[in-house]
Protein backbone atom coordinates (compact mmCIF):
# COMPACT_ATOMS: atom_id res chain seq x y z
CA UNK A 1 0.00 0.00 0.00
CA UNK A 2 1.34 3.30 -0.79
CA UNK A 3 2.43 5.67 1.87
CA UNK A 4 -0.47 8.22 2.52
CA UNK A 5 -1.43 10.28 5.60
CA UNK A 6 -4.82 9.14 7.81
CA UNK A 7 -7.20 11.41 7.96
CA UNK A 8 -6.96 13.77 10.69
CA UNK A 9 -10.86 13.96 11.45
CA UNK A 10 -12.49 10.71 9.99
CA UNK A 11 -16.02 11.93 10.84
CA UNK A 12 -15.92 15.01 8.40
CA UNK A 13 -18.38 14.82 5.74
CA UNK A 14 -17.16 13.89 2.40
CA UNK A 15 -18.66 13.11 -1.06
CA UNK A 16 -17.59 10.51 -3.44
CA UNK A 17 -16.49 12.01 -6.93
CA UNK A 18 -14.98 9.08 -8.79
CA UNK A 19 -14.13 5.36 -8.40
CA UNK A 20 -11.16 3.56 -9.16
CA UNK A 21 -11.48 0.84 -11.87
CA UNK A 22 -7.54 0.15 -12.60
CA UNK A 23 -4.45 1.17 -13.35
CA UNK A 24 -3.63 3.31 -16.45
CA UNK A 25 -0.36 3.25 -17.94
CA UNK A 26 3.11 1.98 -15.55
CA UNK A 27 3.84 4.75 -13.16
CA UNK A 28 1.03 4.36 -10.57
CA UNK A 29 -2.06 6.25 -12.76
CA UNK A 30 -5.19 4.82 -12.11
CA UNK A 31 -8.64 5.25 -14.31
CA UNK A 32 -11.74 6.01 -12.26
CA UNK A 33 -15.47 6.16 -13.28
CA UNK A 34 -16.47 10.14 -12.81
CA UNK A 35 -19.51 10.11 -10.24
CA UNK A 36 -20.06 14.18 -10.22
CA UNK A 37 -21.64 16.21 -12.59
CA UNK A 38 -19.02 18.14 -12.31
CA UNK A 39 -16.46 16.96 -14.00
CA UNK A 40 -14.59 19.88 -14.46
CA UNK A 41 -13.95 20.58 -11.09
CA UNK A 42 -11.70 16.82 -10.77
CA UNK A 43 -9.13 18.76 -12.86
CA UNK A 44 -8.70 21.28 -9.72
CA UNK A 45 -8.14 18.69 -6.85
CA UNK A 46 -4.87 19.05 -4.90
CA UNK A 47 -5.62 16.51 -2.01
CA UNK A 48 -8.40 13.55 -1.88
CA UNK A 49 -9.33 11.00 0.40
CA UNK A 50 -9.39 7.66 -0.47
CA UNK A 51 -11.87 5.13 0.95
CA UNK A 52 -11.56 1.31 0.24
CA UNK A 53 -15.35 1.25 1.79
CA UNK A 54 -13.98 -0.55 5.38
CA UNK A 55 -11.30 1.29 6.66
CA UNK A 56 -11.06 4.90 7.71
CA UNK A 57 -10.54 7.14 4.46
CA UNK A 58 -6.71 8.81 4.30
CA UNK A 59 -5.91 11.72 2.93
CA UNK A 60 -3.67 11.31 -0.14
CA UNK A 61 -1.89 14.15 -3.01
CA UNK A 62 -3.13 14.85 -6.30
CA UNK A 63 0.16 14.97 -8.18
CA UNK A 64 -2.23 15.28 -11.81
CA UNK A 65 -5.01 14.47 -12.91
CA UNK A 66 -7.04 14.78 -16.44
CA UNK A 67 -9.41 13.17 -18.48
CA UNK A 68 -8.89 10.06 -20.57
CA UNK A 69 -11.74 8.53 -22.97
CA UNK A 70 -14.68 8.34 -20.51
CA UNK A 71 -12.71 8.18 -17.47
CA UNK A 72 -10.61 10.75 -15.18
CA UNK A 73 -6.75 9.69 -14.76
CA UNK A 74 -5.12 10.66 -11.09
CA UNK A 75 -1.85 10.14 -10.28
CA UNK A 76 -1.27 10.38 -6.60
CA UNK A 77 2.06 10.74 -4.19
CA UNK A 78 3.40 7.60 -3.26
CA UNK A 79 2.01 5.50 -5.70
CA UNK A 80 4.15 4.71 -8.30
CA UNK A 81 4.11 1.33 -9.85
CA UNK A 82 1.20 -0.43 -11.46
CA UNK A 83 1.15 -2.74 -8.35
CA UNK A 84 0.67 -0.24 -6.30
CA UNK A 85 -1.73 1.52 -8.72
CA UNK A 86 -3.73 -2.25 -8.19
CA UNK A 87 -3.97 -1.78 -4.83
CA UNK A 88 -6.40 0.86 -5.24
CA UNK A 89 -9.08 -0.62 -7.17
CA UNK A 90 -12.36 -0.22 -6.07
CA UNK A 91 -11.74 2.80 -3.94
CA UNK A 92 -13.75 5.62 -3.74
CA UNK A 93 -12.50 9.22 -4.67
CA UNK A 94 -13.65 11.50 -1.55
CA UNK A 95 -13.56 15.52 -1.66
CA UNK A 96 -14.93 17.51 1.14
CA UNK A 97 -18.60 17.98 1.27
CA UNK A 98 -19.77 20.85 -1.24
CA UNK A 99 -22.31 23.70 -0.33
CA UNK A 100 -26.21 23.06 -0.86
CA UNK A 101 -27.29 22.15 -4.35
CA UNK A 102 -29.85 23.38 -6.15
CA UNK A 103 -33.21 22.00 -6.19
CA UNK A 104 -33.93 18.36 -7.66
CA UNK A 105 -30.08 18.20 -8.23
CA UNK A 106 -28.61 15.25 -6.05
CA UNK A 107 -24.77 13.92 -5.48
CA UNK A 108 -24.56 10.58 -6.70
CA UNK A 109 -23.17 9.09 -3.84
CA UNK A 110 -26.66 10.25 -1.83
CA UNK A 111 -28.67 8.08 -3.67
CA UNK A 112 -26.44 4.99 -3.69
CA UNK A 113 -28.37 2.89 -0.96
CA UNK A 114 -31.33 4.40 -0.73
CA UNK A 115 -34.86 2.17 -0.47
CA UNK A 116 -37.14 2.38 -3.40
CA UNK A 117 -40.88 2.30 -2.48
CA UNK A 118 -43.46 2.12 -5.14
CA UNK A 119 -46.44 4.58 -4.24
CA UNK A 120 -49.22 3.04 -5.62
CA UNK A 121 -48.55 -0.25 -3.85
CA UNK A 122 -46.51 1.17 -1.29
CA UNK A 123 -44.54 -1.75 -2.02
CA UNK A 124 -40.41 -2.21 -1.28
CA UNK A 125 -38.41 -2.37 -4.77
CA UNK A 126 -35.44 -2.85 -3.62
CA UNK A 127 -31.95 -0.76 -3.11
CA UNK A 128 -30.28 1.78 -4.82
CA UNK A 129 -26.77 0.30 -6.22
CA UNK A 130 -25.79 2.80 -8.99
CA UNK A 131 -26.73 5.43 -11.21
CA UNK A 132 -26.48 4.32 -15.24
CA UNK A 133 -25.25 7.64 -16.91
CA UNK A 134 -26.70 7.12 -20.54
CA UNK A 135 -26.80 10.38 -22.20
CA UNK A 136 -30.55 10.85 -21.93
CA UNK A 137 -32.80 9.99 -18.92
CA UNK A 138 -30.25 8.47 -16.58
CA UNK A 139 -31.32 5.32 -14.51
CA UNK A 140 -31.84 4.32 -11.12
CA UNK A 141 -29.98 0.56 -10.97
CA UNK A 142 -32.47 -0.83 -8.11
CA UNK A 143 -31.71 -4.34 -6.62
CA UNK A 144 -34.33 -6.37 -4.93
CA UNK A 145 -33.82 -8.79 -1.97
CA UNK A 146 -33.37 -11.57 -4.41
CA UNK A 147 -30.78 -9.60 -6.31
CA UNK A 148 -32.76 -8.64 -9.45
CA UNK A 149 -31.82 -5.92 -10.95
CA UNK A 150 -35.01 -3.19 -11.80
CA UNK A 151 -33.56 -0.03 -13.59
CA UNK A 152 -36.22 3.32 -13.20
CA UNK A 153 -35.52 6.34 -15.27
CA UNK A 154 -34.20 9.00 -13.30
CA UNK A 155 -36.74 11.76 -13.87
CA UNK A 156 -39.21 13.63 -11.86
CA UNK A 157 -42.31 12.41 -13.04
CA UNK A 158 -41.18 9.02 -11.48
CA UNK A 159 -39.45 9.64 -8.77
CA UNK A 160 -41.79 11.83 -6.93
CA UNK A 161 -39.86 12.64 -3.82
CA UNK A 162 -36.80 11.77 -3.11
CA UNK A 163 -35.26 12.26 0.25
CA UNK A 164 -31.22 11.25 0.85
CA UNK A 165 -31.62 12.41 4.49
CA UNK A 166 -34.25 9.43 4.92
CA UNK A 167 -32.31 7.00 2.63
CA UNK A 168 -35.63 6.93 0.86
CA UNK A 169 -37.05 7.23 -3.30
CA UNK A 170 -40.92 7.03 -3.53
CA UNK A 171 -41.39 6.54 -7.35
CA UNK A 172 -44.82 5.92 -9.64
CA UNK A 173 -43.44 3.49 -12.18
CA UNK A 174 -45.77 3.93 -15.29
CA UNK A 175 -47.55 0.25 -16.16
CA UNK A 176 -45.46 -2.07 -17.48
CA UNK A 177 -42.28 -0.91 -16.64
CA UNK A 178 -41.16 -3.32 -13.77
CA UNK A 179 -41.98 -5.96 -16.21
CA UNK A 180 -39.39 -5.05 -18.67
CA UNK A 181 -37.00 -5.78 -15.67
CA UNK A 182 -37.73 -9.69 -15.04
Known amino acids: MPPRKRAADASAARRTVARILKPQGRRGEVAAEILTDF ?4 LELRRVW ?14 RVWFHKNFVVFKFAGVDSINAAQALRGSEVQVEESPALPAHTY ?3 DLIGCRVVDLASGAELGTVRELVVTGGTDLLSVRDVAGRELLIPFAQEICRRIAPDDRLIEVLLPEGLADLNP
Open 39 to 42: PERL
Open 107 to 109: FVS
Open 50 to 63: LWDGEKTPESVEVE
